[in-house]
């Protein structure tokens, strides 16, 4: 079945100690799209790609990067990453043709 | 830009009894809309959406809902829950030019009680 898998499901990570998040599809979408999601809270969208083209949100912290070597592979790159960035990170793609996002079941980050 | 609000942050409600999720919305363009459902520690799951045509959208699991252009409304309905559509339901909008940035709502959890 064509799919958004994201790896791994559970993360733990040390307070500063630099952790990649990883999205793969299936679904040969040109758009790929990062959310996050704190506990009890709608996931808010850190940055997309349109094929090649990165667009980040004017709100998005610095401390959060992307990279997405080609069209099935997209990663998410916490550089020192604080109490603050627990949370579920999930990972969407989407093509103009379908008019909606397909999601992930997310990587759930804790941070200690 | 676009804004999302979600009436009720809990709805509990018994089993097989009707259930409404209270959706409205605020665009200064045109917009799609959708309403997603998340299971603990689960990605989002599409139950329906609304591009155009029909105000009536049928969507998975029995759920429907009804697009109300003057009122800015998207609400989410269902005539009989079950104890499996307790979960998150999160009402989204998106612009219908440019990339297709989602914007949610705060969520509503639904629990089911038998």
């Known amino acids: 079945d064509a799919m958004v898998i994201q790896n791994p499901r559970y993360q733990v990570t040390q307070f500063g100690k630099p952790v990649t998040l990883s999205c793969s599809q299936t679904?040969?979408?040109?758009?790929m799209y990062w959310y996050q999601q704190k506990s009890s809270q709608a996931p808010k969208l850190l940055f997309h790609y349109y094929d090649k083209d990165f667009n980040n949100e004017a709100d998005t912290p610095d401390n959060f990067q992307s990279r997405r070597p080609n069209t099935s592979f997209c990663f998410l790159d916490i550089r020192s990453p604080g109490l603050g960035d627990a949370a579920m990170y999930l990972c969407?793609?989407?093509?103009?043709?379908?008019?909606?996002?397909?999601f992930g079941p997310g990587t759930r980050l804790t941070v200690l | 830009a676009q804004s999302v609000t979600q009436l009720d942050s809990q709805v509990p409600v018994f089993e097989e009894a009707p259930v409404e999720l209270r959706c409205n919305y605020s665009s200064s363009v045109s917009v799609y809309l959708f309403w997603y459902v998340q299971y603990p520690n689960q990605g989002l799951q599409l139950l329906l959406k609304y591009l155009s045509g029909s105000t009536l959208v049928k969507g998975i699991n029995g759920f429907e809902a009804e697009f109300n252009k003057s009122q800015t409304s998207f609400h989410l309905r269902k005539p009989s829950v079950h104890i499996s559509d307790t979960a998150e339901y999160f009402c989204?909008?998106?612009?219908?030019?440019?990339?297709?940035?989602?914007?949610f709502g705060q969520g509503t959890r639904l629990t089911i009680n038998p």
């Open positions: 969407a793609t989407s093509s103009l043709a379908y008019n909606e996002q397909f």
């Open positions: 679904l040969n979408h040109n758009v």
């Open positions: 989204a909008v998106s612009a219908i030019q440019g990339a297709q940035k989602l914007v």
